[in-house]
């Protein structure tokens, strides 16, 4: 059915709807007022001919009274009769003082005598109703010299009434038909134009338009004070059904697989990252498979093997080249394979630019806030602009059909979703911002920020850890942009695309992977304390990071140092074994940051170390995920001080391996994680002394208190994993989906 069609008969109906009932109540007022006005009609007639028979009888006192007393009957009745040539009046008699007829026309009626119909009396008038119609019979006396002498019957022809009476009645029928299709016609030109208005109003709401915007005095105004309450209310009802299906639901990969068919009706998943999920080098022994330090990675992977489809990355290892098909396919992971990786190849001209230079030099710094200056140059810049085109190009060639759903990861790819969006505006783009967003003020400082927060608005929705980053980057696009930023529904409108811009708090994979293969806990502390030479009575302290400034590496081992100085029985007795992942080491900043870790590790052994006692075991190497699973296993105080950290998944990872609900986490008050583990002791990494302080306390807490902290924070990691993290993004966009297919058919741009 066409829109033109459809609407027509929405008119019809509505017409209908509102005309028929007024016909009826219009029927049904005509109905009882017609009897009433014929009533009425007839009353006044009536009152009329009274007034008129006494003006008639006062007129003729006197030659009547004169004609009495000459007592001449052929005068009298032939006066009579020149007096009933008046149109109205039919007949006139005389009756004397004892009431007998004694002079009347030839047009009185017989049977009315001296008497008045349906009554005895002579003083009121009367109604008759003869062959020839009805008549009005009024009864008046007559005087003579002033005495009472008899009384005049005065005949009034009533016709006339009843005509006037049906005149009435027509005029009346006629006005009701005339009122009630004007009624008709104003009420439905005022449904139509407010239906009309109600529609442009919900269609800027659906678009998340503020109305008072586009239309400042307009029709729709009576929208706009319910617009943000409307829009807060959906939030609010969506709010709290999540936190229901939080509280009753448990995500899986069979949950999200169910979700993906039922709810996406399997359409593709393309994922985009910079860093791949698995890397592989060249070494002496062959080609070997590395899982890198990535927080994103640990993240999405196990969604990928949920949910199958592409994931497209940059082939940045050694063997990479070797392993794939002729369309730069992989299967993956390599021992049973669940989807594809599509690999990207970079020169290493490109590589510098695009990600050392832009990406880790500037985007960054600028999101951290840790003191480090971001750089920007537009050599770098142009590398990131080409290499993003290179990635959406990837992104059109994989996908089967003009609709795919695709997961743009991080800040390497912040002009991504706009391409991706001109070139199929059918897709739905989700973009996941891994790392802080800045301020307004600190954002500002990037010579590129309004093309970057351009291409970022090509996403559909548009992902952060907390609500913080995302009021932070509506914030920015309203400084920076010209687009419609709506705080209460965290929506963006731009050229007519819109974006949802909402908090996604990431998550590991509960339990771990392999988890059931690990070893126990005090297999682990053995394999552990033999492999860095630690005593069994020395308690262990863990820090697993990439060798990053963001890190708070410094911070920690300045809190550790401090801690040793104000606990010396803790010398010999505690020592921390620090997994620093080397990471992005082209850049200077992160060779500076390595080499003071180095020096600062070295002073601090230099300070406490004793034959067969080292405080801190520097590990800057690669340790794949299996082997640090089995350090978390070992370590009694796991430390995570970042400086600024979007999430750090290294805590909820410590929490995920400890079964044996033991050992504390100390975590830093300035990591989207401690917004969710409440039960880690939280510090401020820059407060060196409150850092030692909390890893003293965690070195000394009784084994209870280690428990029922650990206990709750694995109920939290284990329903909000992962899987939960996923599906929240995929069934907003399949509510988007949804909501964009509708307004396709209805005809409606959102
Ligand atoms: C952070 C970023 C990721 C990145 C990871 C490792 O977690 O958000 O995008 O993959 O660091 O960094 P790298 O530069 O080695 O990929």
Redesign the pocket.
């Known amino acids: 059915m066409s829109l033109r069609s459809i609407k027509s008969s929405r008119s019809l109906r509505l017409t209908l709807r509102f005309v028929i009932p007024l016909i009826a109540v219009m029927t049904l007022l005509a109905y009882l007022l017609v009897p009433l006005v014929d009533k009425m009609t007839l009353k006044w007639s009536v009152r009329d001919l009274d007034a008129r028979s006494r003006l008639i009888t006062s007129a003729f006192q006197e030659p009547l009274g004169e004609l009495l007393l000459q007592g001449n009957k052929t005068k009298i009745n032939n006066w009579f009769a020149r007096v009933i040539q008046d149109e109205r009046l039919y007949a006139l008699g005389y009756c004397d003082g004892t009431g007998r007829l004694l002079y009347h026309t030839a047009s009185f009626p017989a049977a009315l005598g001296c008497s008045l119909p349906g009554t005895s009396s002579y003083d009121s008038p009367a109604l008759l109703q003869l062959p020839r119609g009805l008549v009005h019979v009024a009864v008046n006396p007559v005087s003579v010299d002033g005495v009472s002498r008899g009384s005049l019957m005065l005949v009034h022809d009533m016709s006339y009434a009843q005509r006037r009476s049906e005149d009435t009645r027509k005029y009346i029928v006629v006005f009701f038909i005339v009122l009630c299709l004007i009624v008709s016609f104003i009420t439905v030109l005022i449904a139509h134009l407010s239906w009309r208005g109600w529609i442009a109003g919900v269609r800027m709401f659906l678009r998340g338009d503020e109305i008072n915007r586009s239309f400042p005095e307009s029709s729709h105004s009576e929208l706009q004070p319910l617009v943000g309450d409307l829009k807060a209310l959906l939030r609010a009802v969506d709010a709290e059904k999540r936190l229901d299906d939080d509280m009753t639901f448990t995500w899986d990969a069979a949950a999200l697989r169910t979700l993906l068919h039922k709810q996406l009706m399997g359409d593709q998943i393309i994922v985009v990252?910079?860093?791949e999920p698995y890397i592989h080098v060249k070494t002496a022994e062959g080609i070997k498979v590395n899982r890198?330090?990535?927080?994103?990675?640990t993240a999405v992977e196990p969604v990928m093997r949920a949910c199958s489809g592409t994931w497209i990355a940059h082939g940045s290892g050694t063997a990479d080249y070797d392993v794939v098909d002729k369309k730069d396919h992989v299967r993956v992971p390599p021992d049973h394979p669940e989807y594809t990786l599509r690999r990207i190849w970079l020169s290493k001209e490109e590589e510098s630019g695009y990600y050392y230079g832009f990406a880790?030099e500037g985007i960054w710094p600028l999101c951290h806030i840790a003191h480090v200056r971001p750089v920007f140059r537009t050599s770098d810049w142009l590398q990131y602009m080409a290499i993003n085109k290179r990635f959406a190009a990837a992104v059109i060639s994989e996908a089967q059909r003009d609709d795919p759903v695709i997961l743009v990861?991080?800040y390497?790819f912040a002009l991504l979703p706009d391409m991706i969006r001109r070139a199929m505006p059918r897709a739905t783009v989700i973009t996941f911002w891994?790392?802080p967003w800045p301020n307004p003020e600190s954002f500002g400082i990037c010579p590129w920020r309004e093309e970057l927060l351009k291409g970022m608005l090509g996403s559909t929705i548009l992902g952060f850890h907390t609500p913080f980053h995302c009021t932070n980057f509506l914030e920015t696009v309203d400084r920076y942009l010209e687009a419609r930023v709506n705080y209460a529904s965290s929506t963006i409108a731009r050229h007519g695309s819109m974006t949802l811009v909402e908090a996604y708090p990431i998550s590991i994979q509960f339990p771990p992977a392999g988890h059931a293969r690990l070893p126990a806990i005090a297999q682990c502390r053995d394999y552990v304390r033999k492999a860095m030479n630690i005593e069994k009575t020395c308690l262990i302290g863990l820090g697993v990071d990439?060798l990053d400034y963001t890190k708070g590496i410094i911070e920690r081992l300045r809190a550790l140092e401090c801690m040793l100085e104000n606990h010396p029985d803790m010398v010999g007795r505690f020592c921390f074994i620090q997994i620093a992942a080397p990471?992005?080491s082209e850049i200077e900043d992160y060779q500076a940051f390595d080499a003071r870790v180095r020096a600062l590790a070295a002073q601090i052994n230099l300070k406490y170390s004793a034959p067969g006692y080292l405080p801190v075991h520097l590990k800057v190497e690669h340790h794949e995920p299996e082997e640090v699973n089995l350090y978390y296993r070992a370590a009694d105080v796991c430390m995570v001080t970042s400086l600024h950290d979007?999430m750090n998944l290294v805590a909820k990872e410590y929490v995920a391996a400890r079964d044996d609900e033991q050992g504390v986490l100390v975590l830093s008050r300035f990591t989207g994680a401690a917004h969710e583990l409440y039960e880690a002791l939280i510090v401020n990494p820059y407060h060196i002394e409150q850092t030692a302080d909390a890893l003293y306390q965690a070195l000394t807490m009784p084994v209870f208190e280690q428990q029922a902290r650990m206990c709750s924070m694995r109920s939290m990691v284990s329903n909000f994993n992962v899987y939960r993290w996923a599906a929240r993004m995929l069934l907003d966009a399949a509510r988007v989906r949804q909501r964009e297919k509708l307004a396709d058919r209805i005809g409606v741009q959102l």
Request: proline share 5%; no cysteine.
């Open positions: 990252s910079n860093r890198p330090a990535s927080g994103l990675v880790n990861q991080d390497h891994h790392i990439r990471s992005r979007g």
